[in-house]
């Protein structure tokens, strides 16, 4: 599966992937929500953090965006559960009618919290579960 990439695009990836020295696989700028989205390679979370946050401070500052960062997987479920963290999650994709589902269990205090303001987290789960394993929709109970 191929992901497009606008210039703007590739320009944050690479400056994110200069400035904190995590690979990232995907990035996604969303002007609407001020906000950039990275995905970076398993494992590379903490480069992108970098200590007491700093490289997501100064990616943050050279952007002027607000900087969300997922850590991927090759598992759909943990991939899931990462773009939801720190939430708890439960899990589960069906198929059905040819398409697939992830059901994402939540606590009844964190639903809000893993919804979102305006739906925003889910939105961006949607976008992120789509782009990087085929999933149709994301559904939180």
């Known amino acids: 599966m191929s992901i497009k990439l606008s210039t703007e ?3 944050y990836l690479t400056l994110f992937e200069s400035v904190t020295g995590a690979s990232v696989k995907d990035c996604i700028v969303e002007n609407d929500e001020d906000r950039v989205i990275f995905v970076v390679k398993k494992g590379d979370m903490g480069l992108a953090i970098g200590k007491g946050g700093s490289n997501i401070n100064r990616a943050r500052k050279l952007i002027g ?3 969300e960062i997922v850590e ?3 598992d ?3 991939f ?3 773009i939801f963290k720190p939430v708890k999650t439960k899990v589960s994709i069906l198929e059905k009618n040819g398409r697939k589902i992830a059901v994402v269990n939540v606590d009844f205090e964190t639903k809000g919290l893993a ?4 739906g925003k987290n889910i939105n961006k789960a949607k976008l ?3 782009r990087h394993h085929n999933i149709d929709d994301v559904v939180v109970r």
């Open 65 to 67: 965006k607000k900087i």
């Open 115 to 118: 919804i979102g303001k305006g």
């Open 9 to 11: 695009e590739i320009r």
């Open 76 to 78: 759909p479920v943990e």
């Open 72 to 74: 991927h997987s090759e």
């Open 128 to 130: 992120l579960v789509g």
């Open 80 to 82: 899931i559960k990462n």
